[in-house]
Antibody, heavy 115, light 113 residues
Framework: EVQLVESGGGLVQPGGSLRLSCAAS????????MHWVRQAPGEGLVWVSR????????TYADSVKGRFTISRDNAKNTLYLQMNGLRAEDTAVYYC????????WGQGTLVTVAS | DIVMTQSPDSLAVSLGERATINCKSS????????????LAWFQQRPGQPPKLLIY???SRASGVPDRFSGSGSGTDFTLTISSLQAEDVAVYYC?????????FGQGTKLEIK
């Protein structure tokens, strides 16, 4: 089955860290650009970051630059998002998505930043 | 950043009637070297992740019913649902992937009248 499954979300205090994972299956993960997109409760979609198929290019939204790091392990078919210096405004469901046109999404993992 | 503005914010349409959602980008998303508009549409039903409906402005994603169509070029785009079905109740987003940071419209909530 072709799917993306996110994990690693949870409750974290402001200033804390969290690492999200996105496990891919059913397609050639190593040939696809991958993205993270987030959605705050009741709000719209916000693109967060992308990484090229071989990991050689990464790009970030200004709101997370310097705090978040996207990476991938093509041998494990897994995408990651290391999130440091978390803020209340980072509270959201985080989705991983595939390809330039975000053709496929996971179910998302909820990150809550609160004391 | 390219700002995507959708209209209307919400829309109520009778079953079987046409629904039209507009999207305007603050700058062109047409890439001249391949003559493609880097514009997509997503549907998000309550409690679900977004689902790609339309890419390259007018290409339907796999499995998407042909009542969904996209049109436009440059800065002005439209998503049309030709005959509204009950399962089309959702929030619809336009999205540009022409330049980073990739951006989305604010969303249009579609309901049954």
């Amino acid at each position: 089955e072709v799917q993306l499954v996110e994990s690693g979300g949870g409750l974290v205090q402001p200033g804390g860290s969290l690492r999200l994972s996105c496990a891919a299956s059913g397609f050639s993960f190593s040939t696809n650009w991958m993205h993270w997109v987030r959605q705050a409760p009741g709000e719209g979609l916000v693109w967060v970051s992308r990484i090229k198929s071989d990991g050689s290019i990464t790009t970030y939204a200004d709101s997370v630059k310097g705090r978040f790091t996207i990476s991938r392990d093509n041998a494990k078919n897994t995408l990651y998002l290391q999130m440091n210096g978390l803020r209340a405004e980072d509270t959201a469901v985080y989705y991983c998505a595939r390809d330039i046109d975000l053709s496929m999404w996971g179910q998302g993992t909820l990150v809550t930043v609160a004391s | 950043d390219i700002v995507m503005t959708q209209s209307p914010d919400s829309l109520a349409v009778s079953l079987g009637e046409r629904a039209t959602i507009n999207c305007k980008s603050s700058q062109s998303v047409l890439y001249s070297s391949n003559n493609r508009n880097y514009l997509a549409w997503f549907q998000q039903r309550p409690g679900q992740p977004p689902k790609l409906l339309i890419y390259w402005t007018s290409s339907r994603a796999s499995g998407v019913p042909d009542r969904f169509s996209g049109s436009g070029s440059g800065t002005d785009f439209t998503l049309t649902i030709s005959s509204l079905q009950a399962e089309d109740v959702a929030v619809y987003y336009c999205h540009q992937y022409y330049a980073t940071p990739y951006t989305f419209g604010q969303g249009t909530k579609l309901e049954i009248k």
